[in-house]
Structures are given as C-alpha cells and as structure tokens.
C-alpha cells in the first residue's frame, strides 16, 4: 500500500464535474463508476492525472483503505444503500442533495455515520460561500435588519426537453422527488438558515403543483410559518420549468434585503447582496431617504472547493486530534430533509397544513 | 360665477398632501374639510393660491358647479356616501384606495359614475409612471420573458408606535381593511397588472395573520392561482409592521425580473427595474452567461402628476367631445377590489381556499 499524504483523500462513487471542488487540503484519489470503462473515459474526458485510481464499482472504491472520504453524487435512490455502506466502511461521507428519499433514510445514513465516527456533510455549497457568512452578519443584526418577517426563496431553472424527458431528476425510480428534493432542497435550505435552522409549525404546499405523467415534482411552492411571537412567514418556489431564478429576499423590522443568485453567484470570484435598513419616504412621497447598498464580497475560492475545505478540515480534526464529527453539518442536513418531507406530505395531502 | 378655464378644476374633499398631484391640465379649484377653520388652516399651510375656495363641508364643495373633478382621500368607511353623491353631481371621481369596504360598495359608487357619465379612477398612481409601461413591454414579450409562471409582491411600511395606536388606517370604523386595504391594494393591484387583469381562480390567504385589538389587520400575504393552463402562482405580503418594502418579482419561461420600488421609486425623476433573459449557467457552475440587465425610465412629471393628467384627460374628452368614460380604470379598481375581497374572505374563513 502507498504511503498515505497529508490531504484527504477523497474517492468520488459517480461521474459529476468535479474540477471546482478541489480544495488545497484535499485530494483527488480514487474514481469509481458502475464499469469500468465509463469510469476510465470520465478518467480520460477531465485530464485525470494516472495516480487516481479507477474503480469499476462502488464497492471497490470503498473498500479501498486510503480513501479517506467520499464524495457522493449518486441518485437520491441510491443514497441509503451507499451512503450507509460508506459510512460502515469509515469514509467520511460528502452526499449530494436531497440527502435521502425521507427523513428516515436520512436518520439510518446519519446514524450509521454517527456510529462510525466519521464527518457528514450535504452539498450545499453556497452555504460556504464568503457572501453567506457576510449576508448571515447582517440579518442577525438587530438595529440594521430586526425581526425576520418574511423570507421568500425561489429555485428555478429552464429544463430543455431533453432534461424533462430523460434527466435522473425526474425518474420516480432514481429521484423521486423531483423539483422538490433537487433545486427545492436550497429554497428551503436557505429558508431555514435564515431562521438560523430553528423549524417552523406548519408548512402549506400551495395549491400549483406541477407533475409529469410518472407523477414526479416538477414545480411546487410553499409557505412556512413559525409561532406567533417570531412573526415569520416565508415562501418558496422551486421548478424545472422556469427560468433560471434564485432570488431570497428578506424584510425584518429594521431592513430588507435582495439576493438574486444566492445559489450560484452570477461571477465566481465575488457576489453581491443588498440591502436597505431604516428606509422611509422622504416628504410628499417624491423618493426614498436611503436607497439600497450593495455589499460585496470577494472569495479566492470557488464555493464548491470551500465546502470541500471545510469538509476536509473537519475530517482532518477527527484523524489528527480524535475530534468527534461536527453535528453542525448533519443538524443542517436534517432539518433541511424533514421540512422538505413536510412540503412533501402536504402536496400528498391536497395542500393541507402539515405540523411539524 | 366666474368663467370656467380651460384645465379641469379639482375639487379636494379632505386635507392631504396635493403638491405632487398637479398637473398640466388640471387645476386646484377648491378644497373642502368637515370644518371651514380647518380648510383655512390646510390651504395656509400648503400656500394655496387666494383664488383657491375654501369650503367648510363637503357637500358645499360638491354643489360648486364650476368643480369639474374631485380627488377624495377621505377614510374608506365615508368612500360609498361621498362618491357616490360626487358622481350624482356630475363630478369626475379620482377615489383614493382602497376603493370601497367590498365590492358590493365599489359597484355601487361605479353604478353612480356610469349612469351620470363621469370617469372613475382610483389612486394608484405607480400605474401611471412610465417605467411601469417599460415593465410591461418586458413581460409581455414572449421572446425576453415568456409565459409568467411566478409572481410576488410586497407592500410593507414600518407603523410607528402612534401610527398604530391613532391612525386612520387602523381604526374598524375608518378603515376596516387595515394594511389589508391600504398597503395590500397596491400587492394584489400589481399581481393582476402582471397578468393584464386575468382573475385568478383561487384565492388563499397564508396563516400569517396579524390583527391589532380592534381586529383590524395589520400583517397578512396571499397565494393567488390562476387555471391550470396559465401555470400561475403568485404571493402577496403586505403590513403594518415590517421595514419599508415594495418589491414585484416575476419570473417567466424566458426571464426574470425585479423592481423593489414599484410604488415609490427611490427618487422621483428616474425610476429602474433590472431583468435577465436566457440565463443558464456556464461550464461547471462558475457562473451565469448573462447578469441582470438595468433598465431606467426616466419621468418628467411626479406620478402622481401622471396620473392626474391622465384623468383629467379623460375628463377633457368627456366635456369637450362627449367621449364616455374610459371603462379601463373603473374595470382595473374593480378587478382590484374583488380579489382584495377575496383575501378578506380567506381570512375570515381561517386562511381556506376562496374560489373566484
């Protein structure tokens, strides 16, 4: 067996891009696909360097001693089954979302990582990004933002033909829950870390659902309500048959604020946000006293390689000092799939209200 | 009685602020308030021209057959009295919002108009700034836009602590609509703009309720569904009690748009919205193809000033060449208030589906 580097080795089950999720305290160590032969062409196709080792199976790759964390774009379905066995095998585990096909699944994934000592972490990547922690600064300060009162997300993107006919996300057998679970995941992912993830009472699917003739999610939207003394109420809308939109826009008691491209920044090495705090008309209703500030903030790395980072440093925590995993990131991954399985049921129900 | 000019003479029952109102074609001819000191005392105040009159009631106003038009910003509870004898004595009708309690008022007020062949209009002026047209143009166009398939809107202003105590916005007696009637008028008004007046089908208030003592709302938002073959979804919030906010976001099968300032641009004579056409992500996620795109109309006149030109335009035809009264702006106040009662109903109901 090769001696072991310092990074963390990461071994990749499924062909996804992968060139922006390098990070410098991470390696690319090992590829694996369902043959051989597609692995080695993916291998060919990204100018992979010949130390990474190809594998023809899942199994295979996870079974390799070295790989010390996987990164796990696999179909939703096939999540449990992988996920787990990962996790069994001690490899830290990066899943992409939806994280599973319920909270169940999740809490078996989760458990199994829990009792194996090793990090999980969902591919939320725009949770990394520098413009998050600066937009998170200013809706948790109370003389510029207050009290959240209304948060909107949406997710959308243009599915071609081709995408709404054939693409795994929406295939009842591989991503069952469609729109919902894949771009939905980060309208109500961004809902919650702006409630700073404590959960709502109620979710309400509204009533325009969109489904293909196998029934899978493509279009849905959802409002969300907390108690009464958080005076919160947010919504989402999350479709393949839209354009291209992910906006989040907040107002709190003391400002509002305006982010169009939350998931992916318009630019890769800065992104933008604004916001307006104390705003009022001026006399006789002819303009406004304050007019928006745009806040920058630049990043020296893609938002895909600082989740990876960050997912590497804390699998370098556990391996160097015995740190336990950080229950952050499985915490944020949770209560992202149970509100979504709660948008979920009350589309299965009709719209009705669903408790939490 | 002197000779009449050539500009339509306004009329003005109650005491509000009427500098931004003036237009080319019309003139402030008389004021009128419940009592002759406090007309005296406003027409001061404002540096009214000494050939303005001044009554002491409305009804004295209303008489003067040299008044050709009456602008009424008077409490929403005094709207159905006021109107419609306004309307019997042969005066064009500029109705502040919310237009009426319900529509079954609003009808009786145009009944009034229609049968003494007087213009009616209410007063949203936001319609009649030139970048609303420019927003238009864009969601119309099939090639930049598409078929709308989401819209929101917000209307919010912060209440200050006498605000919510005294104003005549909150008082069951006065304004029984609350934020409902006041802010929410220009929510809903500008989700039926984005869909040409098309009804929606369904109605759906969100259980975010927020009433003060008397029952008067203060806080509240909207799901508004369109028939299944317009893919339409949109959402309204407006209130009382959140940070100023008047943002319309729509996004289409080919584009996106934003304009948070719909109601009151941030300054008056330039106004903008920003939108995006045939945005994708280029290779790997790194970015959009294309950013949001700002477009800015610029405006020579207040809108409000707009507005009461394109009134007292329709009044000029009237007189001038026995044109009737432009049924859009009666049609677009009514569409408005049937849904806004449509809401109230929702509430009332406990947040149900209400069928249009």
Redesign the interface.
């Known amino acids: 067996m090769a001696e072991c580097p310092a990074a963390i080795r990461f071994g990749i089950t499924g062909c996804a ?1 992968i ?2 999720k390098l990070a410098p305290n991470a390696t690319l160590y090992a590829i694996a696909s369902r043959s051989i032969d597609k692995a080695r062409k993916f291998a060919a196709h990204n100018g992979l360097s010949g130390a990474v080792k190809i594998y023809g199976s899942y199994e295979q790759l996870l079974d390799d001693p070295c790989v010390d964390a996987v990164y796990m774009p696999l179909p939703t379905s096939l999540h449990l089954q992988w996920a787990v066995l990962a996790a069994r095998k001690k490899k830290h585990l990066l899943l992409e979302k939806p994280t599973a096909l319920d909270v169940g699944e999740l809490d078996r994934i989760l458990e199994a990582c829990e009792s194996n000592g090793v990090q999980f972490m969902d591919g939320s990547m725009w949770l990394h990004h520098p413009r998050t922690a600066k937009l998170k600064d200013l809706i948790f300060d109370p003389k510029l933002f ?1 009290q959240t ?2 948060i ?1 997300s ?1 997710s ?3 599915g071609t033909q081709d995408f709404l006919e054939s693409n795994i996300r929406v295939k009842p057998n591989l991503d069952a829950l469609g729109a919902l679970g894949d771009v939905g995941w980060y309208c109500i992912g961004a809902i919650l870390w702006a409630k700073d993830y404590k959960l709502p009472i ?1 979710v ?1 699917a ?3 659902v ?1 489904r293909n003739s196998a029934g899978v999610i493509l ?1 849905c ?1 959802a ?1 969300f ?1 907390w108690e009464p003394a958080d ?3 947010a ?1 989402s ?1 999350c ?1 393949f ?5 992910m ?1 989040l ?1 907040m ?6 604020l ?1 982010c ?2 939350y998931i ?5 090495n800065s992104a933008s946000f604004d916001y ?2 104390g ?3 001026v006399e ?5 006293n304050v ?2 500030e745009e806040v920058t903030v630049t990043s020296e790395l ?1 938002q ?1 390689a600082l989740m990876v980072q960050e997912f590497a440093r804390n699998a370098e925590n556990i391996r160097k000092f015995g740190n336990r995993p950080d229950s952050k990131w499985p915490d944020i991954s949770r209560k992202t799939q149970l509100v979504l399985d709660a948008v979920k049921k009350s589309i299965d129900l009709g719209c009705k ?1 669903v408790k939490l």
């Open positions: 891009d060139a922006r207050g009162d209304f909107r949406t959308t993107l243009p109620v309400n509204l009533p325009d969109v279009s939207s409002s309500h005076k919160t109420v919504t809308h479709s048959l839209s354009h291209t939109s906006d826009a107002t709190g008691s003391n400002g509002s305006h169009n491209d992916i920044p318009y630019q890769e307006t705090s705003a009022t008309f006789l209703h002819i303009g406004w007019k928006p893609p895909e209200p």
